[in-house]
């Protein structure tokens, strides 16, 4: 028994040969921005070489991406507060995590500071990075500034002197609350 080649798809054929260009029979213009085949082998053939940045480029480029990363946080402030002032100021779980949360992500954001902006740093740069990393850890600051707000709000802070002296009388509050059963 003779064994039969498989004979090649015609699909695999016509991925091979392209179709054979149709010359242009009428006076009907091209659309806008089509390019025929025969004028997209002539760009192609005229394609200019891409020329690498300059130094300063690259260093201005990565200065200005320092700057985005150093704003970051600054960015996630009003929506913090609005969420903190929504959660109200009495101890519940909710209110809880959000102070946690305000105090978690800008102490772990100024332990990385270097890290954040290592992928940055070069000989050119050095001091634009040092003003950036200044604005991040501001930025951190005044994340941690809203949650001491938030603590304060909900009482937690010993901002009295009867909070620190045992002999001192605590302070009258102003009205009292009384569930009714």
């Known amino acids: 028994m003779a064994t039969v080649a498989p004979l090649t798809p015609q699909w695999v054929l016509d991925l091979h040969c392209p179709p054979p260009v149709k ?5 009907i ?9 025969s004028t997209s082998k002539k760009q ?3 394609k200019t070489v891409r020329i690498p940045p300059t130094t ?7 200065l200005k ?3 985005e990363i150093a704003l970051a946080p600054a960015k996630q402030l009003p ?3 609005i969420m903190m002032y929504m959660s109200g100021n009495s101890l519940q779980i909710f209110s809880i995590m959000m102070v946690g949360m305000a105090f978690k992500n800008p102490i772990l954001g100024l332990m990385a500071t270097n890290q954040a902006f290592e992928r940055f740093e070069s000989e050119g740069n050095k001091n634009g990075l040092v003003v950036a990393k200044l604005a991040y850890v501001g930025m951190q600051v005044l994340a941690l500034a809203l949650g001491i707000w938030k ?7 010993p901002t009295t002197r009867s909070d620190w002296l045992a002999w001192e ?12 059963f």
């Open 65 to 67: 991406k320092a700057w």
């Open 151 to 157: 603590v304060n709000g909900m009482g937690l802070l």
């Open 56 to 62: 300063e480029e690259t260093d201005a480029l990565k």
């Open 169 to 180: 009388m605590a302070r009258e509050p102003l009205e009292r609350a009384i569930p009714a």
């Open 79 to 81: 929506m913090t507060a």
């Open 29 to 37: 213009p091209d659309p806008i921005g089509y390019t025929s085949i």
């Open 44 to 46: 192609a053939s005229t």
């Open 23 to 27: 010359s242009k029979q009428s006076n």
